[in-house]
Nanobody
Framework: QFELVESGGGSVRPGGSLTLSCTTS????????IGWFRQAPGKEREGVSCISSDDISSVYADDVKGRFTISRDKTKNTVSLQLNSLKPEDTADYYC???????????????????WGKGTRVTVSS
């Protein structure tokens, strides 16, 4: 059964750090590109960062470049998102999902496909 489970969310002060993990099971992890998305209160869900199945291509939203880092561990079937220099505007529910590999590699876009986790909440507040 296709499953993605997020973990690592929490409450931090501005400037703090968190590491989010997306643990996957039920499918061949090596064949799928994975992305992180977030939805802030009252806003639409947006792509944050995505990484290709071969770990070669990755993209970031403009407002997280230089602060967030995506990586994947094929031994653990996980995709992690390191969040540094967090700002109050990073407060959101963060989700991982499978993404369209062609749009990622060719167009540099994070477009989710069919499989999503249930999310983990990140709160940045002083």
């Amino acid at each position: 059964q296709f499953e993605l489970v997020e973990s690592g969310g929490g409450s931090v002060r501005p400037g703090g750090s968190l590491t989010l993990s997306c643990t996957t099971s039920g499918f061949n992890f090596k064949e799928y590109s994975i992305g992180w998305f977030r939805q802030a209160p009252g806003k639409e869900r947006e792509g944050v960062s995505c990484i290709s199945s071969d770990d070669i291509s990755s993209v970031y939203a403009d407002d997280v470049k230089g602060r967030f880092t995506i990586s994947r561990d094929k031994t653990k079937n996980t995709v992690s998102l390191q969040l540094n220099s967090l700002k109050p505007e990073d407060t959101a529910d963060y989700y991982c999902a499978t993404v369209n590999p062609i749009r990622l590699i060719v167009a540099g876009r994070c477009d989710a496909t069919d499989h999503w986790g249930k999310g983990t909440r990140v709160t940045v507040s002083s």
